[in-house]
């Protein structure tokens, strides 16, 4: 993605820890870990700002007489209120939930004025602001096994602006702990693997509304036994839980437990345990709301943007499930290459581009069905609406089509064109050969964020850089996948290194200009440090991460440093990149040691 600002919103915590013991598991006891949940018991063992666990203020509970409210005074002013919690080792599933109320005086549609902060220990489960103001109650309900055995404290942080007040009204807090004790795998093998997904949605008459099916077969490759799997419903974020845009009913071949990390995770046990190399296919019927907004998943007016709408299979490894929140500010999409076969049925007045290959046939009065195939992508995403559309070929034979909504000039759609096909055939030239057969660059000035990558489908702003940058994403997160929310160096600052290289620019001198915000600062931090530091993750992670792969290039030669990147993408073609695997290859392409440039350039792992 080309970084285009922060935008505040819900950020739920998963930290998948490393788990590494092969002791029996404990025995799980169920277990409530929250104290005094509905604050009916006064104040202990809370810590709070002075008036927050209250009975009045024109608040009511969500049950009995007592609730924390947190802020509400219409004038600059911040409430805490915290917890310290011990989560009982032993218990495979761990789950937050309380019920929150907002109301407030402030009358804006777009403007978080006022924030309430949920977090676990360092991670932020959530931001919520006078936007999600609600007429009574909602309950939030948060993934944390992953701190089963710690200790950490759950923290409630009320922010309030000058003028208008903002009342966060929290009750009956809690902390459910439950299941086998099963450890996760020691095996670190990427699992399920093999994903397929067949899909069939019909939309309305606008392209916002689709419902449908979709199954996925996959393959356990582990040698720890596959019991349960978890799609990932990363649009429910644009939702507010447990109101989503993305609804999975009907589940087969499997049983459906309740969402969590906001929503955005389902997990679905299985009807035996699949041993390693057995498969299991799960099907569920699908519906998709696409909501208001120039979003990588919204509509701007009549044009439909549908990125990461159909769920995926999440990967577990020997760190256990990877679920990790979603992230607003940058990718948290982490998903093994797979098939993909998705027949769209829409109105004939509606374009669709889509990822893969698209055939178009006609379909009853007035509609048309799009079946789009595409083989070893990690993610599927389309568009719909009157798009105007142009296409070419490039010189080394691959087919490019520019949608572009109403507004942008054909001679920008036109120049968009060239740049798209100079820049994949200048990549191309770089890492490997560009494996698909066609891309397609949909247009749209509104766009927030600048642009967005999937496989075979760009989302961008007419502006050459940031195309060019989408589309060597087709080769670092898409062809060399890598863990975007744990590792998002890994694609945004290979895709900026090699947009320069592609734009003939050597980031001469790029690295001098540096200036660490902190000693924690480091090019290979995570989303979760980005989060928590939006306004650096532009500059450290697209300028300095670009700047050290020049100056790594400076200094093992530009032959080198060419070799070095090609056979790195051919080594892990279709297959994931990790920082300690690419720090290894380069040291293997030099006889200078890399120790001290490492350390210099803030690069661990």
């Not at 709301?289 to 999440?314: E, Q, T």
């Amino acid at each position: 993605m080309v970084a285009g600002g922060a935008v505040a919103g819900a950020a739920p915590a998963h930290a998948a820890a490393p788990h590494t013991a092969t002791a029996a598991p404990a025995a799980c006891t169920p277990t409530q870990v929250v104290a005094n949940g509905g604050f009916e018991s006064g104040s202990s063992p809370w810590t709070s700002s002075s008036g927050v666990i209250t009975t009045g203020g024109g608040e009511s509970a969500h049950s009995g007489t007592q609730f924390a409210r947190l802020d509400g005074r219409g004038t600059t002013h911040t409430d805490t209120l915290s917890q310290s919690l011990t989560i009982p080792a032993g218990c495979s599933a761990a789950s937050l939930t309380f019920w929150l109320h907002i109301d407030t005086a402030e009358t804006t549609s777009s403007t978080a004025y006022d924030k309430l902060t949920a977090k676990i220990g360092s991670a932020t489960l959530a931001t919520y602001s006078n936007l999600d103001k609600n007429t009574g109650y909602a309950q939030k309900t948060f993934d944390v096994s992953s701190y089963s055995g710690q200790t950490v404290t759950l923290t409630f942080t009320g922010v309030e602006d000058y003028s208008l007040q903002t009342s966060f009204v929290i009750d009956d807090v809690a902390l459910n702990t439950s299941g086998d004790g099963t450890p996760p795998p020691t095996d670190t093998t990427r699992t399920p693997a093999a994903p397929a997904y067949t899909v069939n949605l019909t939309s309305d008459s606008s392209g916002s509304v689709w419902n449908g099916h979709e199954s996925a077969s996959f393959t356990n490759a582990s040698a720890s036994p596959l019991n349960e799997v978890y799609l990932r419903l990363w649009d429910n974020y644009h939702g507010s839980c447990p109101t989503t845009p993305i609804t999975v009913t009907n589940v087969t071949g499997g049983t459906a437990s309740p969402l969590s990390v906001n929503c955005t995770a389902l997990k679905i046990t299985l009807p035996a345990p699949l041993n390693q190399g057995q498969s299991g296919t799960i099907g569920f019927d699908l519906g998709i709301s696409v909501p208001s907004g120039a979003d990588r998943f919204g509509h701007d007016g009549a044009y439909n943007f549908i990125g990461n709408a159909l769920p995926v299979l999440a990967i577990r490894d020997g760190s256990g499930w990877h679920l990790d929140p979603y992230t607003n500010n940058g990718e948290s999409f982490y998903s093994l290459a797979a098939d993909f076969s998705v027949t769209l049925d829409h109105p004939t007045s509606l374009l669709v581009p889509a990822t893969g290959t698209s055939v178009d046939t006609p379909g009853t009065s007035g509609r048309t069905v799009t079946k789009a195939t595409a083989s070893k992508v990690r993610d599927f995403a389309w568009a719909a609406g009157a798009f105007s559309k142009i296409s070419g070929t490039s010189p080394a034979g691959v087919k490019v089509n520019v949608y572009a909504v109403s507004g942008i000039s054909s001679s920008s759609s036109q120049s968009m064109l060239t740049t798209s096909m100079n820049a994949v055939d200048s990549h191309a030239a770089r890492f490997g050969a560009y494996p698909y057969s066609e891309v397609d660059a949909v247009l749209d000035n509104n766009f927030w964020f600048g642009g967005m990558e999937y496989p075979g489908f760009v989302l961008d702003l007419v502006d050459s850089n940031a195309l060019t940058h989408e589309l060597a994403h087709q080769w670092w997160y898409g062809i060399v996948g890598d863990d975007e929310y744990n590792n998002p160096w890994l694609d945004e600052s290979f895709a900026d290194y090699s947009t320069d290289i592609a734009e003939g620019s050597t980031g001469s001198g790029c690295w001098n200009s540096v200036s660490w915000a902190s000693s924690s600062e480091k090019i290979t931090n995570s989303m979760a440090y980005w989060d928590a530091h939006s306004s650096r993750y532009g500059t450290v992670v697209y300028g300095y991460g670009k700047c050290a792969l020049h100056d790594l290039q400076r200094l093992i030669g530009d032959s080198a440093m060419t070799t070095l990147l090609r056979g790195y993408a051919q080594s892990h073609w279709y297959g994931v990149s990790t920082t300690a695997e690419f720090k290894a290859a380069a040291q293997a392409a030099t006889s200078t040691d890399l120790t001290s440039f490492w350390t210099t350039h803030r690069i661990d792992g």
